[in-house]
C-alpha cells in the first residue's frame, strides 16, 4: 500500500505564500507522475501543477507565474510554492501521484487527504 501525506496549508493574507508539500511512502518502486489538485466550495476538483518523472512541469493559467511545482525523487515527495496568493486560491488542494509498485507492475493512482489553503485578510 502507498499512502500520500500532504502538509503546509493554512490561513495566509492576499499576496502571501505558502509551501504544501505531499510526501509518498510504502512499498514504491516508481513515482512516475505526481500531481497537485485543488477543490474550492461547490466546485469541481481541478488540476491545479502537474510534474513527470523527468521533471517536466504543467500549470493551469489561473496559477501561471505564481505556482511552482517541484519534485525531490529520492524523498518521494513533491512540492508546490505558492506565491501571490488571491483569494480565489482559496481551496482544500490534494496531491496525486502515478506509482509503480513493482518493476514490471502497472501503474496505480493514489490521492492525499488534503489540506486546506484559506486566502483572506
Known amino acids: 500500500q502507498v499512502q500520500l501525506v500532504e502538509s503546509g496549508g493554512g490561513l495566509v493574507q492576499p499576496g502571501g505564500s505558502l509551501r504544501l508539500s505531499c510526501t509518498a511512502s510504502?512499498?514504491?518502486?516508481?513515482?512516475?507522475?505526481m500531481g497537485w489538485y485543488r477543490q474550492a466550495p461547490g466546485k469541481q476538483r481541478e488540476l491545479v501543477a502537474e510534474?513527470?518523472?523527468?521533471?517536466?512541469?504543467d500549470y493551469v493559467d489561473s496559477v501561471k507565474g505564481r505556482f511552482t511545482i517541484s519534485r525531490d525523487n529520492a524523498k518521494n515527495t513533491v512540492y508546490l510554492q505558492m506565491n501571490s496568493l488571491k483569494p480565489e486560491d482559496t481551496a482544500v488542494y490534494y496531491c496525486?501521484?502515478?506509482?509503480?509498485?513493482?518493476?514490471?507492475?502497472?501503474?496505480?493512482?493514489?490521492w492525499g487527504q488534503g489540506t486546506q489553503v484559506t486566502v483572506s485578510s
Open positions: 496525486q501521484a502515478n506509482v509503480q509498485l513493482e518493476r514490471f507492475s502497472y501503474e496505480y493512482s493514489y
Open positions: 510504502g512499498t514504491i518502486f516508481k513515482i512516475n507522475y
Open positions: 510534474v513527470d518523472s523527468v521533471g517536466v512541469t
